[in-house]
């Protein structure tokens, strides 16, 4: 029976010094990058749990635990990749991602096609099955206060 799964996946990392900023997979110039066990890409991360909770697998936290040694540093487009072969080795298509990532600076547009293309090549789908989009919260909140970074993102599966 042909199913229809709608994911949707959040993630949230504080800015700290001395370490590069990636989102999406891209190195964006930036004097702060973000805190985590990975490279604390919020973007990915948010992709990534959007698929796994539209699978009705484990979430990032379950798959690739901080707690784990093998992850520390790792690039989370390596981890994307992975669930995007797990997927299909589950005959899951994946329809599109939509995401938004939450910040006052950087500015993100500058950077959306290559996060796009990253996505996209790291899933081995369409680049017209990705969208991002930067936001601002108008100097509202923990981003509105240049404290970090957030990211929503939600997607469609196809699952036979």
């Known amino acids: 029976m042909d199913t229809l799964r709608i994911g949707n996946g959040f993630d949230v990392h504080p800015f700290v010094m001395g370490r590069d900023l990636v989102i999406g997979g891209k190195k964006i110039d930036y004097k702060f990058g973000l805190a985590g066990h990975s490279d604390a890409d919020v973007l990915t991360h948010s992709v990534i749990d959007a698929l796994l909770g539209a699978a009705g697998m484990p979430d990032i936290g379950r798959l690739f635990p901080d707690t784990d040694g093998r992850y520390k540093d790792i690039n989370s487009i390596t981890l994307l990749r992975d669930v995007g072969r797990q997927l299909k080795n589950c005959n899951i298509a994946i329809i599109n991602i939509d995401s938004v990532v939450i910040c006052q600076e950087p500015r993100i547009a500058p950077h959306v096609d290559e996060m796009k293309l990253n996505i996209s090549t790291a899933l081995a789908i369409e680049l017209s099955r990705v969208g991002i989009k930067g936001k601002t ?3 509202l909140g923990f981003t509105g206060r240049g404290e970090g970074i957030a990211a ?7 699952m036979d």
């Open 137 to 139: 919260t108008e100097g």
């Open 152 to 158: 929503y993102s939600v997607c469609l599966l196809h």
